[in-house]
């Protein structure tokens, strides 16, 4: 399983940004994808995640309201929309596939990209 993500980049305070990222090596889409970010100095945190039918969308009160996540699975797609960006949210970014959440140990993933860099400038 490979995911390719793209869609980084430099964007002013305010702006927004696109992210993509392509799962290939499967052959079902029928698994929950999602999005984390690792900001400099800091761990690696979640962001959003999707159900496989878009009928559950879940996301981190930090970005609730300024993201939207959606996914095209014919093509095994999932995109994260980021309005509003504020230099807090300057991070690699990272999807990821067949995510869970447990009670204890919060949001995980099985696979994941290489990530892609977001650099919010105030």
């Known amino acids: 399983v490979q995911l390719q993500a793209c869609g980084g980049g430099l964007v002013l305070a305010g702006g927004s940004l696109r992210l993509s990222c392509v799962v290939s090596?499967?052959?079902?889409?029928?698994?929950?994808m999602g999005w984390f970010r690792q900001a400099p100095g800091k761990e690696r945190e979640f962001v959003a995640a999707s159900t496989w039918r878009l009928d559950s969308r879940y996301y981190a009160d930090s970005v609730k309201g300024r993201c939207t996540i959606s996914r095209d699975n014919r093509n095994n797609t999932v995109y994260l929309q980021m309005f509003s960006l504020r230099p807090e949210d300057t991070a690699l970014y990272y999807c990821?596939?067949?995510?869970?959440?447990?009670?204890?140990?919060?949001?995980?993933?099985?696979?994941w990209g290489q990530g892609t860099l977001v650099t919010v400038s105030s």
């Open positions: 090596g499967r052959p079902s889409s029928r698994y929950a």
């Open positions: 990821a596939s067949d995510l869970r959440r447990t009670l204890t140990s919060g949001w995980s993933a099985s696979y």
